[in-house]
């Protein structure tokens, strides 16, 4: 799933999301074209992986807030 | 969270949102560019050189907050400097986001306001955010003509 957030580049998020707890993926996903078609400089983007569960959803929720707050 | 802060302090912050010295210098006279192709963070650098003196130094450019401020912070330090000022204030700099060892209190001073930007020692990640600005400088400053890539 790939996201933007409003004020907070990409890799901003993923730093904080990292400082978290939760591993995402940012930047271009080698796809420059898609990120031109949407007028975004890159995106950020969560996976499920076979280890994921209820409460990692959870971390990535309250980090998205935390990276409002810094960048609100 | 307290860590997170030393990355973000709010002068980072700051000049992330509201860059200074950002726009077009119609009368530099030495430019490059910089690009991050991984990130998508891209800097053009314009610089007024004169004889050996920094004169004016803007930037364009879009990228993530530690780049921007980074460029944001340097063109505020650079106007007066000398070319190899400019140079050593690199070097200082990088040594303060690659050293091992904390800065002493000596090397934070002759930083000057880079010094916010000693919570990046911590993510190594980010240097090359940290450092775009001032590669871009290095190259306009030796007139290579070809856009920096920092990976």
Known sequence: MSFAIDGAHPHDVGTILDHEGIAVRAGHHCAQPVMDRFGVPATTRASFGLHSDYDDVDTLVSGIKLVQEIFG | ?151
């Not at chain 2, 077009?24 to 991050?36: C, K, V």
């Not at chain 2, 050996?52 to 505020?76: H, P, R, W, Y």
Request: proline share 3%.
């Open chain 2, 1 to 151: 969270m307290s860590d997170l802060r030393e990355l973000y302090q709010e002068v980072i912050l700051d000049h992330g949102k509201n860059p200074r010295n950002f726009g077009p210098l119609p009368e530099a006279n030495r430019e490059a560019h910089g690009h991050n192709p991984l990130c998508g963070d891209k800097i053009a650098l314009h610089v007024v050189l004169d004889g050996d003196l920094v004169q004016d130094v803007k930037f364009e450019g879009a990228g993530c907050a530690i780049s921007m401020a980074s460029a944001s912070l340097m063109t505020t330090i650079l106007k007066g400097k000398t070319e190899a000022e400019a140079r050593a204030l690199f070097e200082q700099f990088h040594d303060l986001l690659t050293s091992n060892e904390e800065a002493s209190l000596d090397q934070l001073e002759a930083l000057d306001k880079l010094a916010v930007f000693s919570g990046v020692r911590d993510y190594p990640l980010r240097v090359k955010c940290a450092t775009l600005g001032w590669h871009t400088l290095n190259a306009a400053l030796d007139e290579t003509g070809e856009t920096v890539v920092t990976e």
